[in-house]
């Protein structure tokens, strides 16, 4: 796996999505090859220490990283209360579809292959997405991902690993019902012992490696 040097300045910006505008932090590592956008689940943020863990390990194989608010922050703030646009999922693809869009027309980002992570109900909006931009996204993960909720399984191309965690039941058998339902490459692998946030010792270490590994198989040129 490719070693890269990284910059240790992340550039903060806007990307816009229709009638909104998404805030985005960006790191992109010297002689990248790829780009990897998050998807962030239920909740979740750009600052989400988890996602943000993954990114690092991304950063360190050389693979560059657009964390991006898939929600205003006055989307979040209702969605604070009511947690309505969390499972909005038709939502949350099409603002993962701006942001497919915005990393293709980039001048930074548009000669590298793109690859999507989502985690929790945000993989069904990244699975969404690869589907509708099949000829842009090359790979997706999902970790602990709520892929049950995606609509288009069957039209999604892209190489794609599920990662879950063996005592995450529900969601691990979510994964396993949703998998042979992929068109393209795939995979699941199991985390021993990691429930659904993978906060066991090593469990989101793991996860890291293996998406690492997935994005730079199929996304290197």
């Known amino acids: 796996m490719t070693t890269a040097t990284i910059s240790p300045l992340v550039e903060s910006l806007e990307i816009a999505a229709g009638n909104v505008l998404l805030a985005a932090d960006v790191i992109i590592p010297e002689n990248a090859i790829g780009v990897v956008l998050f998807a962030h689940g239920s909740g979740s943020s750009r600052h989400s220490p988890r996602n943000q863990f993954v990114a690092s390990a991304l950063n360190s194989a050389g693979i560059a990283t657009v964390l991006a608010d898939l929600l205003t922050a006055k989307e979040e703030l209702v969605d604070e ?27 930074k980002l548009s000669r590298l292959p793109i690859g999507l992570f989502g985690a929790s109900t945000g993989a069904a ?23 049950d909720l995606a609509d288009n399984l069957g039209r999604v191309r892209a190489a794609s690993l599920f990662i879950a ?7 691990l058998q979510l994964n396993e019902n949703a998998l042979p339902q992929l068109a393209g490459v795939k995979k699941i692998e199991v985390i021993a012992g990691a429930t659904h946030l993978f906060e066991e010792k090593g ?19």
């Open 81 to 107: 209360r009511t947690a309505e646009f969390r499972f909005n999922i038709p939502l949350l693809t099409t603002r993962m579809i701006h942001i497919i869009d915005w990393a293709e027309t980039s001048e």
């Open 125 to 147: 909006a990244a699975l969404d997405a690869a589907a509708a931009r099949p000829e842009l996204v090359r790979a997706v993960v999902s970790r602990g991902g709520r892929v």
């Open 165 to 171: 965690g063996e005592r995450d039941t529900l969601v």
């Open 203 to 221: 469990a989101l270490e793991q996860v890291a490696q293996l998406a690492a590994k997935w994005f730079a198989r199929y996304l290197e040129v």
